[in-house]
C-alpha cells in the first residue's frame, strides 16, 4: 500500500503524519523517523496492515521526500534561507457547528418538569 503524508510530529522512531489522502492523523513506526521535519512532504509504502486504534498506527517498509502538489507559499519579501514557510497545505477543514436540537429548550428550574403542583 502506499500513502501521500505531510508530518506533523517527530517521535523516536515514529512520526506522526497527516494521509493527504483520507485527512486523518497516522502513526507511522520506522526506524528512520528522526530523517524527517515537521512540515515534510513524505511517500510512504507499508503492507496494508494499519490498526484500529486513534490515531491508526502502520509500519513503514520505505519512506522517501517528496515534494508537494501545491507550491508552499513564502511572505511577498521572500523565504529566508534556511527558514522554512509555515505549513498552509493541506488545510485542515473542521466540521460546521452543530445547532441546538429543534423544539422547546430543556426545563433547567428546580424539580425538573415533573415537579409537584405543576399543570399537566
Not at 74 to 101: D, T
Request: some cysteine; proline content about 21%.
Amino acid at each position: 500500500m502506499f500513502m501521500q503524508a505531510v508530518v506533523i510530529e517527530v517521535q523516536r522512531n515514529r512520526l506522526l503524519v497527516l494521509d493527504l489522502e483520507t485527512r486523518q492523523n497516522v502513526l507511522v513506526n520506522t526506524p528512520v523517523a528522526r530523517q524527517f521535519r515537521p512540515g515534510d512532504f513524505i511517500n510512504i509504502w507499508y503492507n496494508g496492515v494499519m490498526t484500529r486504534s486513534i490515531p491508526p498506527q502502520i509500519t513503514a517498509l520505505r519512506i522517501t521526500a517528496a515534494q508537494p502538489s501545491l507550491p508552499m507559499p513564502c511572505p511577498p519579501n521572500g523565504c529566508a534561507p534556511g527558514i522554512r514557510p509555515p505549513v498552509l497545505w493541506p488545510p485542515i477543514l473542521l466540521p460546521p457547528p452543530g445547532r441546538p436540537p429543534a423544539g422547546r429548550p430543556p426545563d433547567h428550574r428546580p424539580g425538573g418538569p415533573n415537579r409537584p403542583g405543576r399543570p399537566r
